[in-house]
């Protein structure tokens, strides 16, 4: 961040408590949450509900002050992009050092408290995560290369990984499939995003794809992640964590999903604009709705497990 953008924010409102919660991206700490709670959840090793508690109150503390740490570096990316001027820092509600400040006092919190509650390999993978949010992704490729999104994707995708190793204590090949259905789902998310609101990072200088090879290479790109994922995501079905709710599941939402990409790569700019983007902005609506189907599936499936019904 420029030090002329940061001198011109005027920090003269006072912050409140929804700002300080802005501050650690409750959207994306939604999603953290909920992800690592499945892996929870689904692990073949009960866990005390008590200790599974903590383990998901201190990945979620992890995933905000990776949020903070975010909002602190792109505070003058934000400053001049619509979709994300109103946020605090940039809003003058807080100030950038106390953002830095928070986030790292979140960080080593959270790492260290899932330390003790859960085993020391869980917590390794929770300060690795908030390192590749806040340096790999924010700092380095965010800025520097249009494949920002499918790299830095990895950050989103450890919750339930995390989740998972803080039951376990160990890696496993479900634990990766988990992983790999987040990490494969990314980019064409935030893609199909980027469609709508190319003038935004290209305001903001972000080298989206949009930005740098255009919407019609955007589009192909989408429809390519969307076809590698599908097998991902059957993938896990078959392994000890599926069941019936959770391939029928993923049958459903992958044809949708893959039906939507094609419909994206088959519309040019002039039938995008004609109708503001509705084909773009349903896929990404219906991304979000995506990964909570999938997750909620295996729960369904490790519950009924759990009751002997299979």
């Known amino acids: 961040m420029s030090d002329a953008t940061a001198s011109s924010i005027d920090y003269s409102d006072e912050a409140s408590f929804s700002d300080y919660f802005a501050l650690l991206k409750p959207r994306v700490m939604s999603l953290v949450v909920f992800t ?3 892996g929870l959840v689904v692990a073949p090793v009960g866990v005390h509900p008590m200790v599974g508690f903590c383990a ?3 990945i979620a503390v992890g995933g905000g002050a990776s949020g903070a740490l975010n909002m602190w570096w792109d505070s003058d990316i934000d400053a001049v992009m619509r979709r994300t001027a109103k ?4 809003a003058g509600r807080i100030d950038r050092d106390e953002a ?7 960080s080593g919190f959270a790492v260290v408290m899932l330390g003790l509650a859960t085993n020391v390999l869980a917590a390794a993978l929770l300060a690795f995560t908030i390192f590749f949010y806040a340096v790999v992704y924010s700092i ?6 249009p494949q920002n999104i499918v790299i830095g994707g990895a950050a989103g995708a450890f919750p339930p990984l995390i989740g998972w190793v803080a039951a376990t204590g160990s890696v496993s090949l479900e634990a990766v499939l988990m992983f790999g259905l987040i990490f494969m789902w990314t980019p064409p998310h935030f893609w199909a995003l980027a469609l709508f609101l190319k003038k935004d990072y290209d305001t903001a200088g972000v080298p989206m794809l949009t930005v740098t090879h ?6 192909a790109h989408i429809i390519v992640y969307t076809l590698l994922l599908a097998p991902v995501a059957l993938w896990l ?6 069941g019936p709710i959770y391939l029928t599941v993923a049958v459903l939402a992958n ?3 893959v039906k939507g990409a094609i419909d994206i790569y088959q519309r040019d700019e002039t039938m995008a604009e004609a109708d503001s983007y509705a084909t773009e902005k349903s896929f990404f609506k219906f991304s979000l709705l995506y990964l909570f189907v999938h997750f909620l599936a295996l729960m369904g499936d490790a519950g009924l497990r759990g009751l002997g019904v299979y």
Do not use: H, N, Y
């Open 237 to 242: 079905g078959f392994t000890q964590i599926g």
């Open 87 to 90: 946020r605090p820092i940039p």
């Open 56 to 58: 998901i109150l201190f």
């Open 100 to 106: 830095l400040a928070i986030g790292l006092g979140l």
């Open 140 to 145: 380095w490729l965010k800025r520097s290369t």
């Open 255 to 257: 044809a949708w999903f």
């Open 214 to 219: 255009g919407r019609r290479v955007t589009r």
């Open 36 to 38: 690592a709670l499945a």
